[in-house]
């Protein structure tokens, strides 16, 4: 488990031990080294938050994932906002459940996702199906991206930050927020997730 709250971990530790089929392996509080602890562990199931100091459960999540480890993700968080779940299912979290699950429906999710499914609590789902549910209709503003912009747009789609789109297309910081700023103009989109749907969506990469 990978949890920096103290008073949430104790309180799954306490859920987790009192469950017989499965046991807590050990618990750090950040994400820094992860690929060396998981193998060092060889766990089935990583319960992962995702705010945490020096290496968030985000960045920890893309490491394993990089590193083609066989394990199971599941991120446990306060947070259900747009941007967080959709960049934890891009980066392939096995799961999405928020801290305030009741504890017995918390091993159910643990288990679910050890057998190969896709836990996540309802106000998430929700969330994801909001996202998806709405293709972009109008062709004429997809049409007029221009190149540069469908560059960036590709790269963020991979998963690339401002500052990778930056050093492969080797132009500035400033010249990718531009670029970004003006293909969310064009696409009608307000954050990175958004704008990721769109493309997908409309087989624009």
């Known amino acids: 488990m990978f949890e920096d709250n103290k ?22 509080d950040h994400c820094k080294d992860i690929i060396r602890k998981v193998q060092l562990h060889q766990p089935d199931v990583i319960l992962m938050d995702i705010d945490m100091p020096i290496e968030n459960g985000l960045e920890g999540l893309r490491k394993i994932r990089e590193a083609n480890m066989d394990v199971h993700v599941l991120m446990i968080t306060v947070f259900d906002d747009n941007e967080r779940v959709f960049q934890a299912i891009c980066d392939g979290a096995s799961g999405y459940i928020l801290k305030k699950t009741p504890p017995e429906k918390i091993v159910e999710y643990i288990r679910e996702a050890h057998n190969g499914g896709a836990p996540m609590t309802p106000s998430v789902a929700k969330q994801v199906l909001k996202l998806f549910s709405q293709p972009f209709q109008n062709k004429k503003d997809l049409q007029s991206l221009t190149a540069r912009e469908q560059d960036v ?9 401002y500052k990778m789109i930056s050093a492969e297309l080797d ?26 749907i769109k493309a997908i969506q409309n087989k624009l990469v």
């Open 7 to 28: 008073d949430f971990a104790e309180s799954m530790m306490d859920i987790i031990s009192d469950a017989d089929d499965m046991m807590l392996l050990e618990r750090y």
């Open 153 to 161: 747009l590709t790269l963020l789609v991979r998963g690339f930050s």
């Open 171 to 196: 132009v500035s910081l400033e010249t990718v927020r531009t670029h970004i700023k003006n293909t969310y103009a064009k696409l009608h989109v307000n954050s990175k997730s958004e704008a990721v």
